[in-house]
C-alpha cells in the first residue's frame, strides 16, 4: 500500500468519525424516520449489478406509506466522503463500512425500521448483524437478489461508466458465489427466525419471480458456474 493510499484511507475514516452526526441526519434522522414499536430489519443480498439498489428503493416506495424506512447504503455515504471520486473507491470503502456501522448501532438504538443495502459478502459481518437484530427483538428479512451473472457483470461495467465508481471482476465474482452462500448458512443457522425471499431478475433487470420464505437459494435456481469458468466467460 503507497502511502497516498493509506493517508486517504485514513483520512476518510476520521471524516467519517468526524461527521456520524451529518451522515445520521442524512439518512437516519428521526424526525423523518421515528422509531416504532416492533421494528424490522431487511437485508439485500446478491452481486453488483443484480439490482438490490432498484429494488430496495422500489420497495420502500411501494410500502405502506405511513411506515417509515431508513436505507443504508455504503455507496450513499461514500458519495459524502471528500476526495472521493468513484475509481478510488478502494481507497474509502473502510471509511463508508464505519459509516454503515454507525448508521446500523443508531437504527437498532432508536428502534427504526431499516435495510441494509449490501451485497452480504461478508459472512461474519452479516451474521453479525442479523444476530444484533434478533437480539433487538426486530423482525429480520433477507431479499436475496438474482441476476444471470453475466448480465450482472454488463450492468456493473455500464453502472463504472455512468457513476465512476469501479467494482473489479474478482470482487464481483467472490460476491456472486458469497452472497448466495452466505444467504443459505444464515437461513441454517437462524432457521425461523428470519425470513429468506428470492428475487429472480430478467435480462432487463425488470422484476422476474419471486418466491418467499424459502430455506435454500439453490431449491429454486441453478448456478451452473464455478468461480472459474465464471472468470473465464467474464470479459
Known amino acids: ?42 437485508f439485500m443480498a446478491g452481486s453488483p449489478g443484480a439490482g438490490k439498489t432498484e429494488f430496495s428503493k422500489s420497495f420502500i416506495k411501494d410500502y405502506d406509506p405511513g411506515t417509515k424506512i431508513v436505507r443504508i447504503d455504503a455507496d450513499e455515504i461514500r458519495d459524502l466522503i471528500p476526495g472521493y471520486t468513484g475509481q478510488n473507491a478502494y481507497k474509502v470503502q473502510g471509511a463508508a463500512a464505519i459509516g454503515v456501522e454507525k448508521l446500523f448501532d443508531y437504527i437498532q ?18 451474521k453479525d448483524n442479523v444476530e444484533r437484530s434478533l437480539h433487538r427483538d426486530r423482525s429480520v428479512g433477507i431479499f436475496y437478489l438474482y441476476q444471470e ?20 471482476k474478482a470482487m464481483f465474482i467472490n460476491s456472486f458465489f458469497a452472497a448466495r452462500d452466505n444467504v443459505n448458512k444464515i437461513k441454517q443457522e437462524f432457521g425461523k427466525a428470519i425470513e429468506l425471499n428470492l428475487v429472480i431478475k430478467n435480462f432487463e433487470n425488470k422484476l422476474e419471480k419471486t418466491q418467499f ?12 458456474y464455478t468461480m472459474e469458468e465464471l472468470s473465464l466467460l467474464l470479459t
Open 1 to 42: 500500500m503507497s502511502d497516498d493510499t493509506a493517508n486517504i484511507e485514513e483520512q476518510a475514516k476520521e471524516w467519517v468519525r468526524q461527521n456520524k452526526r451529518v451522515i445520521i441526519d442524512k439518512f437516519a434522522n428521526l424526525n423523518v424516520y421515528p422509531g416504532v414499536s416492533n421494528p424490522f430489519t431487511i
Open 109 to 126: 438504538n432508536h428502534h427504526q425500521n431499516a435495510i441494509m443495502d449490501g451485497t452480504f459478502s461478508d459472512y461474519k459481518i452479516s
Open 149 to 168: 451473472p453475466k448480465v450482472a457483470w454488463e450492468f456493473t461495467k455500464i453502472r463504472e461508466v455512468k457513476e465512476k465508481r469501479h467494482v473489479s
Open 213 to 224: 420464505k424459502i430455506d435454500k437459494v439453490e431449491n429454486y435456481i441453478d448456478i451452473k
